[in-house]
T-cell receptor, first 111, second 114 residues
Framework: SQQGEEDPQALSIQEGENATMNCSYK?????LQWYRQNSGRGLVHLIL?????REKHSGRLRVTLDTSKKSSSLLITASRAADTASYFC???????????FGAGTRLFVKA | DAMVIQNPRYQVTQFGKPVTLSCSQT?????MYWYQQKSSQAPKLLFH???????NEADTPDNFQSRRPNTSFCFLDIRSPGLGDAAMYLC?????????????FGPGTRLTVT
């Protein structure tokens, strides 16, 4: 079974609003990553947070990690129509180079 | 720009007719991956190369094979495609030197089986 489970499965918001996506995982990790996938395209790496970090920022992205709860969240502030995509969390399962993807959250930002 | 390239972007093959998908990279990464992604699902790892070492996932069907003739190129061979193999196939790379194994993906090849 997949390492990560994401919540919600789909999210529809207005442009300018914030979007929050959550990810839970099952085993210990060294790091957790978030990727974006536009429809019919490859995945693009957004941000990586290590197991000893609790929060990380990159532009309009904010990622938190709670290793005690085995969960992470991705916040996109001031969303834009161009943020419409699927977002996946991915963990290394504590093992390094193999990445296990969650089921993803489909975000739709209405202009 | 350093990148991961997949060819072709769209591939149509007949049921049972062998097909090869290709991936090349200019990142000089030592790890390469092949994923299968079906509609609205997460990418599923089929196998990966760590340098020249091939690592097959336990649930990857024998119908799927891979070759990595050099650092830059990797191929996915589907020996006898079935209708259930229709999917997006994603190639990705990462570098063990970074320690974090951030993956860089190609644009994918969408395979249709008729």
């Amino acid at each position: 079974s997949q390492q990560g489970e994401e919540d919600p499965q789909a999210l529809s918001i207005q442009e300018g609003e914030n979007a929050t996506m959550n990810c839970s995982y099952k085993t210990s990790i060294n790091n957790l990553q978030w990727y974006r996938q536009n429809s019919g395209r490859g995945l693009v790496h957004l941000i990586l947070i290590r197991s000893n970090e609790r929060e990380k920022h990159s532009g309009r992205l904010r990622v938190t990690l709670d290793t005690s709860k085995k969960s992470s969240s991705l916040l996109i502030t001031a969303s834009r129509a161009a943020d419409t995509a699927s977002y996946f969390c991915a963990t290394d399962g504590g093992g390094g180079f193999k990445t296990i993807f969650g089921a993803g959250t489909r975000l739709f930002v209405k202009a | 720009d350093a990148m991961v390239i997949q060819n072709p972007r769209y591939q149509v093959t007949q049921f049972g007719k062998p097909v090869t998908l290709s991936c090349s990279q200019t990142l000089n990464h030592n790890v390469m991956y092949w994923y299968q992604q079906k509609s609205s699902q997460a990418p599923k790892l089929l196998f990966h190369y760590y340098d020249k070492d091939f690592n097959n996932e336990a649930d990857t069907p024998d119908n799927f094979q891979s070759r990595r003739p050099n650092t830059s190129f990797c191929f996915l061979d589907i020996r006898s495609p079935g209708l259930g193999d229709a999917a997006m196939y994603l190639c990705a790379t990462s570098s063990s030197t970074s320690g974090d194994y951030e993956q860089y993906f190609g644009p994918g090849t969408r395979l249709t089986v008729t």
